[in-house]
C-alpha cells in the first residue's frame, strides 16, 4: 500500500469524524463529539439465552404480553413518561440515542440526560441502542455502521457501567443484504422492531393523538389468539420525545392494557429473556484497560495513527500496531 500525502490523510480523517460534528449547545460553537473512554470493542459478546441473534424481532413470544417501547429520547418528557408507568406499575423499554441533538450526549453531566438513565435502570425499566445519532444502518457504510453502535455503548457505558443486548435500528431499517443483520449479530445484538406503530410521530397535538389512540386499541382490540387460548403477543413503538405522547398516549395505552386484559412488560421479559442478558458488563473490571492515548479514537483506515489525526490501528484492518506501514 502506497503512503498517502499528510493533506489527503487529513481530509480522510476529516471526512470520518464529520459524522459525529455536532453542537453540544445550541447557542455556542460547533465541535466534535463522540464519547469519552475507551472503546468497548474487547467487552465479551457470547450470544446468550434462546432469544435469536441476526433476525428481526417484531413481535413478543410470551402470551398476552405487551411491550411499549419509546424511541429517540431521552428527552425533557421522559420523566413525565416515567411517572406514568410508575402510577401504573408497569415496565417499558427505551431505546436511546447518545447523541441527543440539539441537547447534548447522553453521557454528558451537564445535562439531564445521566440522571434520567439512571432513573430508568434503577427502577427497572429496560434500556435498549437506537444508535449513537439515528443514522440508517442499512445504507451507511460498515465503517460507520460501526461507530454508531460503538459510540452508543460507550455513551450508556459512562452512565450505568453496561451496554445493551437489545438494539432497535433507526427508520426500523437492518437488511441482510447491507450486512447489518450480521454486523449486529457479531457485536451480540437481538434486533427489535415492532408490530403495532402508533405514528404519533405525526399527530403530536391534542386532536391528532386520538387517530394513534385509536389505532392503538384497535390491534389490541382484535389481536388473535393462540391454541392454548392466551392473547398474542404485541410490541409497540412510541416516542418520548412527544409532548402528547407523555401526557396523553402512554397513559392511554396503559389503560388499554389493563382493560383488554394485557401484562406491559418489557422487550427482555415479552421474549422471556432474563433481566441479567439485558446488558453486557463494561465497567472497568470487567474489560482490559487500554492505553489512554488511543481510548477514545477512531480505528484508522489509512494506516496513519495517532491523537493528532484522531484516528487508531485497534479495531482497523491493520491489526492493533501500523508501524510496519511507517506510521504509527
Not at 454528558?108 to 432513573?119: D, E, I, M, Q, Y
Not at 427502577?123 to 435498549?128: A, C, D, L, V
Not at 389505532?215 to 382490540?221: G, P, R, T, V, Y
Request: hydrophobic letters at 35%; aromatic letters at 8%.
Amino acid at each position: 500500500m502506497h503512503r498517502q500525502t499528510p493533506t489527503l490523510i487529513l481530509i480522510i480523517a476529516a471526512s470520518r469524524l464529520a459524522h459525529v460534528a455536532v453542537a453540544e449547545n445550541s447557542a455556542g460553537p460547533h465541535q466534535v463529539s463522540f464519547p469519552l473512554g475507551q472503546r468497548t470493542d474487547i467487552v465479551p459478546r457470547p450470544h446468550v439465552g434462546n432469544v435469536s441473534y441476526g433476525t428481526i424481532i417484531n413481535n413478543c413470544t410470551v402470551p398476552g404480553t405487551v411491550a411499549l417501547t419509546f424511541d429517540d429520547g431521552p428527552s425533557q418528557y421522559t420523566d413525565l413518561i416515567l411517572d406514568t408507568l410508575k402510577r401504573y406499575r408497569t415496565k417499558a423499554t427505551f431505546f436511546v440515542n447518545g447523541m441527543n441533538n440539539p441537547l447534548g450526549s447522553i453521557d454528558n453531566p451537564a445535562t439531564l440526560w445521566p440522571a434520567v438513565l439512571r432513573r430508568m435502570h434503577a427502577e427497572g425499566y429496560q434500556i435498549g441502542s437506537h444508535t449513537w445519532d439515528h443514522a440508517n444502518l442499512s445504507v451507511t457504510s460498515a465503517f460507520l455502521r460501526d461507530q454508531e453502535v460503538v459510540f452508543n455503548e460507550m455513551a450508556i457505558r459512562n452512565v450505568i457501567g453496561l451496554v445493551p443486548t437489545y438494539l432497535r435500528p433507526p427508520y426500523a431499517s437492518c437488511t441482510g443484504a447491507s450486512g447489518c443483520l450480521d454486523d449486529l449479530s457479531n457485536r451480540g445484538y437481538h434486533i427489535v422492531n415492532f408490530d403495532i406503530d402508533t405514528v404519533d410521530y405525526n399527530h403530536d397535538d391534542p386532536q391528532t393523538i386520538q387517530w394513534s389512540k385509536d389505532h392503538f386499541a384497535d390491534i389490541l382490540s382484535h389481536s388473535g389468539y393462540n391454541q392454548q387460548g392466551s392473547q398474542a403477543g404485541h410490541i409497540s413503538l412510541s416516542h418520548d420525545t412527544k409532548h402528547e405522547t407523555a401526557v396523553n398516549l402512554t397513559s392511554f395505552m396503559l389503560s388499554t392494557l389493563h382493560l383488554l386484559g394485557y401484562r406491559g412488560v418489557t422487550v427482555g421479559e415479552c421474549l422471556g429473556d432474563p433481566r441479567e442478558n439485558w446488558y453486557r458488563d463494561a465497567s472497568p473490571h470487567a474489560v482490559h484497560s487500554l492505553d489512554s492515548s488511543v481510548e477514545a479514537l477512531l480505528p484508522t483506515h489509512s494506516g496513519q495513527c495517532g491523537p493528532g489525526v484522531n484516528l487508531t490501528c485497534r479495531g482497523s484492518d491493520y491489526g492493533h500496531c501500523c508501524s510496519k506501514h511507517g506510521f504509527w
